[in-house]
T-cell receptor
C-alpha cells in the first residue's frame, strides 16, 4: 500500500531558530499533500494544502510566513517552522493524496513529528 | 461546511467486550466517511471508509461501521475488543475539493481497555 515517510519524528530546537519537517511519498506520486497540527488530546487541525509546483493554500488563522510550505516535487513536501517559539510546540502530521489512484480515496498519513521549542 | 461530532471523549471497556464508538456528521451532500486510529505519538491509520453502496462497511483489525443517513451517523463497532485496540479513534468526513477529498476530523475518542 501507499507509504508516507515523515522526518524527523522528534525534534527539539531553541527558541528563535527554524525547523524543517519533510514529508515524502515513497511509492506513489502525491499531487496534493496536507499539513496538520495536533494539540494534546485534540483533533487534527488542517494548516495548509500544498499542490506540487504551486503555492500552498493556508487555512484561516495560519501564518504563512511562519509556516513555510514547499512542494517542489511529486514525492516531497516540506514544512519549515520559522523563528520557532514555545507556543509552536506541537505534533505535526502530513498526509498525501493521489487523485489518480482510484483505489485509495482516503489519505495516507505520515507518522508525525513532535516539535518541542525550548 | 462539513463537521463531525464524536460525543464521547473517553470510552472504557473490558477486554473481550463489544465496542461502539459514536460519530455524527453534518454535510450537505452524500458524505465520504472515514474512521482512523492513532496510537500514541504516531500518525493515523485508516480503519475503513464509506463512499457508497452497502451501508455496513468492513475494515481492518475486525472493525466495522454502519452508515445511517437518517441519523447522520457512522458508528464504529467491534464485537470483541483486544488490549492492543487501546488508542485514539478519529471519525472524519471528506469534502471533495478539486481532485482531492479534504477530511474534517472529529475531536477523537480515547479508547481504554481494561484487562
Amino acid at each position: 500500500g501507499a507509504v508516507v515517510s515523515q522526518h524527523p519524528s522528534r525534534v527539539i530546537c531553541k527558541s528563535g531558530t527554524s525547523v524543517k519537517i519533510e514529508c515524502r511519498s515513497l511509492d506513489f506520486q502525491a499531487t496534493t499533500m496536507f499539513w496538520y497540527r495536533q494539540f494534546p488530546k485534540q483533533s487534527l487541525m488542517l494548516m495548509a494544502t500544498s499542490n506540487e509546483g504551486s503555492k500552498a493554500t493556508y487555512e484561516q488563522g495560519v501564518e504563512k510566513d511562519k509556516f513555510l510550505i514547499n512542494h517542489a516535487s511529486l514525492t516531497l513536501s516540506t514544512l519549515t517552522v520559522t523563528s520557532a517559539h514555545p507556543e509552536d510546540s506541537s505534533f505535526y502530521i502530513c498526509s498525501a493524496s493521489n487523485p489518480r489512484d482510484r483505489g485509495n480515496y482516503g489519505y495516507t498519513f505520515g507518522s508525525g513529528t513532535r516539535l518541542t521549542v525550548v | 461546511a462539513q463537521s463531525v461530532t464524536q460525543p464521547d471523549i473517553h470510552i472504557t471497556v473490558s477486554e473481550g467486550a463489544s465496542l461502539e464508538l459514536r460519530c455524527n456528521y453534518s454535510y450537505g451532500a452524500t458524505p465520504y466517511l472515514f474512521w482512523y486510529v492513532q496510537s500514541p505519538g504516531q500518525g493515523l491509520q485508516l480503519l475503513l471508509k464509506y463512499f457508497s453502496g452497502d451501508t455496513l462497511v468492513q475494515g481492518i483489525k475486525g472493525f466495522e461501521a454502519e452508515f445511517k443517513r437518517s441519523q447522520s451517523s457512522f458508528n464504529l463497532r467491534k464485537p470483541s475488543v483486544h488490549w492492543s485496540d487501546a488508542a485514539e479513534y478519529f471519525c472524519a468526513v471528506g469534502a471533495r475539493s478539486g481532485g482531492s477529498y479534504i477530511p474534517t476530523f472529529g475531536r477523537g475518542t480515547s479508547l481504554i481497555v481494561h484487562p
